[in-house]
T-cell receptor
Framework: DQQVKQNSPSLSVQEGRISILNCDYT??????FLWYKKYPAEGPTFLISISSIKDKNEDGRFTVFLNKSAKHLSLHIVPSQPGDSAVYFC??????????FGEGTQLTVNP | DGGITQSPKYLFRKEGQNVTLSCEQNLNHDAMYWYRQDPGQGLRLIYY???????QKGDIAEGYSVSREKKESFPLTVTSAQKNPTAFYLC?????????????FGSGTRLTVV
C-alpha cells in the first residue's frame, strides 16, 4: 500500500522557468510533510517542510503548497537552475512516526 | 562536524555470502534507520531503531538483520537469504523518532552481488 505517491517519474524544464513537483497521499492522519533532494550516489538532503496546520511554506526559491482536502502537496521552484537537477522525494509523517517516502521525481533543468 | 558516516561506499558480494554495512553517527541522535533505494521504487524502510538495544522491522526486513549496541552505531547485515540484494543502501538518523526535525542521511553504500 503506497501511502505517498509521486506519479511523475521525471520532469524536464528550461532554466529560469518554474518547476512544479507533485505528491499525493492517502493517509489522512499524516500531519507533517517534507521534501528531500538527492544527487546520484549521495544521501538525500532536507529541502523544505510544511505542517498540516499550514497551506503554504516558502524558503527562497522553494515553496511548498498543501491541499489537505485533496491530499495533495506540491513543490514549486522558481526560477529553476541547472543545479536543481536531482531526484526529489516527498515524505510524510503521522504524529511523529517514522517518515514514509514517495518514489521520487527526477528533475532535469536544461540550460 | 557532526554527521553520519556510511562505509564502504561500494561493496561487492558473492552469492551466498553475508555482508555488513556500517553506519556511524556523531549527532547524538536517538533514532536510526536503514533504507534501500531501487530505481522507480523510492526509499523503502528496512529496519529502524528508536533507542539502544531496541529495533523494529520496516517494510522490507526479510533477509536483513541489524543491531544497536551503541547509540552511535547501527550496522546492517545483508544475509544470503536476501534474494535481490543489489541496491543503494542509505542510513539515516533523527533526534527523535518523529519527523519534526527531519532525517539526516549518510552518503550511502552501493552493494552489488557478483
Amino acid at each position: 500500500d503506497q501511502q505517498v505517491k509521486q506519479n511523475s517519474p521525471s520532469l524536464s524544464v528550461q532554466e529560469g522557468r518554474i518547476s512544479i513537483l507533485n505528491c499525493d497521499y492517502t493517509n489522512s492522519m499524516f500531519d507533517y510533510f517534507l521534501w528531500y533532494k538527492k544527487y546520484p550516489a549521495e544521501g538525500p538532503t532536507f529541502l523544505i517542510s510544511i505542517s498540516s496546520i499550514k497551506d503554504k511554506n516558502e524558503d527562497g526559491r522553494f515553496t511548498v503548497f498543501l491541499n489537505k482536502s485533496a491530499k495533495h502537496l506540491s513543490l514549486h521552484i522558481v526560477p529553476s537552475q541547472p543545479g536543481d537537477s536531482a531526484v526529489y522525494f516527498c515524505a510524510a509523517s503521522d504524529r511523529g512516526s517514522r517518515l514514509t517516502f514517495g518514489e521520487g521525481t527526477q528533475l532535469t533543468v536544461n540550460p | 562536524d557532526g554527521g553520519i558516516t556510511q562505509s564502504p561506499k561500494y561493496l561487492f558480494r558473492k552469492e551466498g555470502q553475508n555482508v555488513t554495512l556500517s553506519c556511524e553517527q556523531n549527532l547524538n541522535h536517538d533514532a536510526m534507520y536503514w533504507y534501500r533505494q531501487d530505481p522507480g521504487q523510492g526509499l523503502r524502510l528496512i529496519y529502524y531503531s528508536q533507542i539502544v538495544n531496541d529495533f523494529q522491522k520496516g517494510d522490507i526486513a526479510e533477509g536483513y538483520s541489524v543491531s544497536r549496541e551503541k547509540k552511535e552505531s547501527f550496522p546492517l547485515t545483508v544475509t544470503s537469504a536476501q534474494k535481490n540484494p543489489t541496491a543503494f543502501y542509505l542510513c539515516a538518523s533523527s533526534i527523535l523518532p518523529g519527523a519534526s526535525d527531519g532525517y539526516t542521511f549518510g552518503s550511502g553504500t552501493r552493494l552489488t552481488v557478483v
